[in-house]
């Protein structure tokens, strides 16, 4: 089978398992605004970047919320088809990081499939609406070229670069073009090729000038001097404010991106330990060691450099982890012999034997348990998990008179999928029943009178609102009111019969002589906070 062919079928198989039971899941989280985004371009409001609340949201370019409004002539707004996107681009990454690895073998190449797919992190980003994973497909797109253009001497290749950082552009911004020029320029001056690397990143940052100065007309045009400023404020001002510490991705990264992100570390740690000065010496383009210096170069310019902004999220890096994927991947084909990739991959594999029954064994206890419990929380077990079963057995029992190499293999490979089914059948579904805001939303429904709008008081814009919003039904759809709760005074100029929403931990900032106007009508929760609905007497 033709290394063409098995990366057709990891595309197909990532991209089934990146979207299976979808139809039926409620929009959480993040997730209700790209839900909310759709629905909004669906009745018309077109622009350069989505909108909200029929205003632009400048965080995003439009493109994405294009491709999402696309999939839903598909079967309506929903988490599977607004997260078809995404998953594509994700089942290309998947593709993608096989054909490279395969460069240096078949092996070394389907490792790094299963270590990606051992994500978990990566796997969650998959499967929901997000344009981070765009930029992860340009950036491993951008390495694939550079990197069989010097294997196979096609320097033409390169000029498909420029048409890769507009498509990173377009999709995120500012960001998704200067991630895959970072990565161009740290790739080539990881292997020493300081002209190229030059070349590479003055061409990047003018296509990047062209773009921002193209964009900033159309913004211009359609919104003014006002619009503008705010693009610059959402896209760099609003990025680089206090937050999270630099050492975000270096700890916390490390238990939502394993198994691959720690293997990563290790395998990098221990040949800077060996090779020291030589960890950058020059090397053959078909070398391990080449390849090696490449990936360190592609990883370590992503996550160093979102170190810098304030702002950090877990999805801003998923473009490195492609790179520590085929990273992690030399403790298992170990091709320098090291005798500390085989312990740990001995470590690992004894480990793994045990993961698929603890996995199928946590599925069936929650299962039990939540029936024990009678919380409503359907958890799709009975099929799944008896033929995960009988696969585990299969594969671990039944392996012993295959080579050594491929049953380390299939163990592997299990191990992933066991993080799959223990996400999909477990984890996901007592995630949306502890942010599920369905039931509240149509118990204040009933209530509210049909000339009334909802307000909101202490809450949102962009909060908790954008929960109760995606769960109405767009024929009874109207923008909410928003009171900030230090003048909850406001709230008497309302009309009387108004249900106004408080988070019920800061009920206790209600004035008196508001608080003694309202009745209390409604407790629940939107997404995971506890809110408490008043009625305005």
């Not at 988490?79 to 070394?108: C, D, E, H, Q, W």
């Not at 299963?114 to 992860?136: K, T, V, W």
């Not at 299969?394 to 190499?405: S, V, W």
């Amino acid at each position: 089978m033709s290394r063409r062919t098995i990366a057709i079928y990891i595309f197909l198989a990532s991209v089934a398992l990146f979207l299976a039971g979808l139809q039926t899941t409620e929009f959480v989280r993040i997730n209700c605004r790209f839900g909310l985004f759709v629905h909004e371009m669906a009745e018309g409001t077109i622009g350069p970047f989505p909108f909200l609340y029929g205003e632009p949201y400048c965080d995003y370019l439009s493109i994405h919320t294009y491709l999402m409004y696309a999939a839903s002539f598909l079967g309506g707004v929903t988490m599977l088809t607004a997260t078809l996107p995404s998953a594509l681009a994700a089942g290309g990454v998947m593709s993608l990081t096989y054909l490279i690895g395969v460069r240096m073998s078949n092996k070394f190449g389907l490792f790094a499939v299963l270590m990606l797919a051992a994500s978990y992190e990566f796997l969650c980003i998959a499967r929901a609406p997000s344009p981070d994973m765009f930029i992860a497909f340009t950036v491993i797109f951008a390495f694939y070229l550079m990197y069989t253009a010097e294997l196979e001497n096609k320097a033409i290749r390169l000029f498909l670069l420029p048409l890769l950082f507009v498509l990173g552009f377009v999709v995120r911004g500012p960001i998704g073009a200067v991630i895959p020029i970072g990565v161009v320029c740290a790739c080539y001056l990881s292997t020493r090729r300081w002209k190229t690397a030059i070349a590479g990143g003055v061409l990047g940052t003018l296509v990047l000038a062209c773009c921002i100065m193209l964009l900033i007309i159309i913004i211009y045009q359609d919104g003014g001097r006002e619009l503008v400023k705010s693009f610059q404020a959402s896209q760099v001002g609003n990025r680089m404010s206090s937050g999270k510490p630099f050492w975000f991705y270096f700890t916390n990264a490390m238990g939502s991106y394993s198994l691959t992100y720690p293997l990563a570390f290790l395998v990098m740690g221990t040949y800077a330990w060996i090779e020291r000065k030589k960890y950058f010496g020059k090397a053959p383009s078909a070398s391990y060691h080449a390849l090696r210096q490449g990936l360190t170069g592609w990883f370590f310019v992503i996550v160093l450099g979102m170190s810098i902004p304030g702002t950090k999220h877990l999805r801003y890096i998923v473009s490195a982890i492609p790179a520590a994927a085929l990273l992690a991947a030399f403790v298992f084909v170990n091709p320098d012999k090291l005798v500390i990739f085989k312990k740990v991959r001995d470590i690992f594999l004894k480990i793994c034997n045990f993961v698929p029954f603890v996995a199928l064994g946590a599925v069936v206890v929650g299962a039990i348990v939540l029936k024990i419990l009678e919380v409503d929380i359907p958890v799709p077990m009975f099929l799944p998990a008896v033929m995960f079963l009988i696969l585990a057995f299969a594969l671990i029992g039944g392996t012993r008179k295959i080579k050594e190499a491929d049953k380390i293999m299939f163990i592997v490979a299990l191990t992933a999928m066991a993080f799959f089914v223990i996400k999909i059948m477990l984890i996901e579904p007592i995630e949306t029943y502890c942010e599920s805001s369905y039931k509240l939303v149509q118990k204040i429904e009933k209530l509210r009178p049909a000339d009334s709008k909802l307000t909101f008081c202490g809450i949102g814009p962009d909060g908790e609102d954008l929960k109760y919003c995606i769960n109405l039904k767009r024929s009874k759809f109207y923008i909410p009111s928003f009171i900030a709760l230090d003048k909850n005074e406001e709230i008497l100029n309302l009309k009387p019969g108004t249900l106004i929403i408080f988070k019920s931990s800061k009920t206790k900032f209600i004035k008196p002589e508001v608080k003694q106007r309202l009745l209390e009508v409604a407790k629940g929760k939107l997404g995971h906070r506890k809110c408490t609905v008043y009625k305005l007497k």
